[in-house]
């Protein structure tokens, strides 16, 4: 309902309830309350001639109007806001947007991951601009099973629709650009070789107080710093930081490192890497990369909000501008997921487990298992919005979604314990159920039904074989049952689903369970989502029989 025609519905209720006499100030409230978007010095006029116009009426005509509003019934709703993205105000006209994706291929992508990646898409979307993928992989000790991780990120942006129109880097590739600006930090006296054992470090750093090392002449630096290059210091013994405040209130920003050594780089991917012994911290890289890429904007999780402090302590020494930066809250609840990492991979260990899609995990790949469309992921990341509060997202809205881009699905049967039905005095006929086309051409035919479902019933109930027939039944037990043929028309009763033909299915649940029992015949044709009657959605997991449960 638009402004007018809701004050003109609380005008009649509040001038039916007062004598002919409504007051504009209730009515102005109610539509402040239901439109807390309008502007109510400019529609206040528009209020108040109504009251008057309600006011005027005779009490035959406001009681026919109050009647007609109370057909209706009295309780709105709130208007609610169209989501939309916070605006980039500080983008000038003409000014491109250029941005970037920043992922550590250390793992797969999972939720997490994927909110600030769409944000950020949503963003190139609406303003145009560049995306780029910078992969962050610096680390020199990358395990040899997270190698061909980028891979699977590159799949799961396509799988989201994520446009990366700018090119793919690797940080790895830039190793001698980042040695040039440790060097330049150097000359500056901003940058220093720590040989400092990190416990006594980190006890001076508590209290504020320098390291002797810090106070080393530019001179006496740069030559350690050529010394880690050469590698005549070994792993551990040294390691350069950045000349910070040593009194900010966040301990880890205090002369934080930015670049370490590493002696047997070689299990690194890129070989290039491989006869290097210097390698960057992210803050190091990240810095001087999105100077170089002219990145100008971002999205990131809260978490990092101590590293752009560190960051800005790298450009503000080289005479950089630090990106625009947007942050999102935590995602502390989607669903019946597991959203942390470290979860996930005791899971796998526990259980043997070698892959990422396991339906218990928040992974891209496990809500691909589960039959969850991407553009299911990019509303609910949409809807959950840039703010700081904590965000809870529970299956009923996963379903909602999902249900709203995959469409009408088929529905099936599943029987976890099947038993027999004899039924005698059978015409011969043939019904379509659950699509599958079933002849009955003898005077004694048997289905199956669920057990649970067939102890609702007892001897002499009327009972309306679902898609099918009519039956009475003579004995029922929990082994199965008999009954007397009635009918085929369709007529009002209690209704039983049932299937003549079998195919064993196994259905992997959201908690890791397996649900074995039997269905239709024709369930192993189905190559996409179903719906299991009182189960929930299930999607097929590319073998005979085998589902993988998606929502109820």
């Not at 079998?502 to 192993?524: A, F, P, Q, Y």
């Not at 189960?535 to 998606?550: E, I, M, Q, W």
Request: proline share 3%; charged share 30%.
């Amino acid at each position: 309902m638009e402004v007018e025609d809701v004050a003109r519905k609380y005008a009649t209720k509040n001038a039916f309830e007062h004598k002919g006499s409504a007051q504009a100030g209730a009515v102005i409230g109610k539509v402040k309350a239901l439109f807390p978007q309008v502007n109510l010095a400019e529609v206040a006029p528009l209020i108040n001639k109504i009251v008057q116009e309600v006011n005027a009426l005779d009490s035959v005509k406001l009681k026919e109007e109050y009647e007609f509003y109370d057909k209706e019934g009295w309780e709105l709703k709130q208007v609610e806001k169209e989501k939309t993205l916070p605006p980039l105000e500080w983008l000038k006209k003409g000014e491109k947007l250029i941005t970037r994706a920043a992922p550590t291929p250390s793992g797969v992508m999972h939720f997490g991951h994927a909110r600030p990646y769409v944000l950020t898409d949503e963003y190139v979307k609406k303003y145009g601009g560049t995306y780029i993928m910078r992969f962050d992989d610096t680390d020199a000790k990358i395990k040899v099973s997270e190698v061909g991780m980028e891979e699977e990120f590159l799949k799961d942006f396509k799988w989201l629709g994520i446009n990366i129109n700018g090119g793919i880097v690797r940080q790895s590739d830039n190793l001698k650009r980042y040695y040039q600006i440790m060097e330049k930090l150097i000359k500056m006296d901003k940058a220093y070789v720590c040989f400092c054992e990190s416990e006594a470090w980190r006890e001076l750093s508590w209290k504020s107080k320098a390291c002797s090392c810090r106070k080393k002449s530019v001179k006496e630096t740069m030559k350690a710093y050529k010394d880690m290059l050469k590698g005549k210091v070994k792993e551990g013994e040294a390691i350069v930081r950045i000349k910070t405040d040593l009194k900010h209130k966040d301990s880890s920003v205090r002369d934080f490192w930015i670049a370490k050594i590493v002696d047997d780089p070689t299990k690194h991917p890129n070989k290039k890497v491989h006869k290097l012994k210097v390698f960057p911290a992210y803050n190091l890289a990240s810095a001087v990369d999105d100077h170089d890429m002219k990145i100008n904007f971002m999205v990131r999780g809260q978490e990092h909000r101590a590293n752009e402090d560190k960051q800005r302590f790298i450009c503000e020494y080289m005479g950089w501008t630090h990106p625009h930066t947007m942050y999102h809250g935590k995602i502390s609840k989607l669903g019946d997921m597991v959203l942390s990492k470290s979860k996930m991979k005791i899971i796998m260990e526990k259980e043997g487990i070698l892959s990422y899609d396991d339906p218990r995990m928040a992974t891209m790949k496990a809500f691909k298992r589960r039959g969850i469309r991407p553009e299911t992921v990019r509303k609910l990341i949409f809807e959950s919005g840039i703010g700081m509060s904590e965000v809870k997202i529970d299956m009923k809205m996963i379903a909602a979604f999902n249900k709203e881009f995959v469409g009408p699905v088929k529905e099936y049967p599943f029987f976890q314990e099947a038993v027999g039905v004899e039924i005698y005095n059978f015409i011969p006929g043939n019904v379509k159920n659950y699509g599958e086309n079933v002849i009955f051409d003898a005077p004694i035919e048997t289905v199956l039904v669920d057990k649970y479902e067939l102890t609702k019933f007892k001897a002499d109930d009327i009972v309306r074989f679902k898609n099918g027939f009519n039956v009475k039944f003579t004995q029922v037990s929990e082994y199965g049952a008999k009954a007397q043929f009635i009918s085929y028309e369709k007529r009002e009763a209690q209704t039983l689903s049932w299937i003549k033909g079998t195919s064993n299915v196994e259905i992997l649940m959201s908690d890791g369970t397996k649900k074995v029992g039997v269905s239709s015949t024709l369930i192993n044709e189905e190559k996409k989502m179903v719906r299991f009657e009182g189960l929930g959605y299930a999607t097929n997991d590319n073998a005979n029989g085998k589902f993988v449960f998606s929502y109820e």
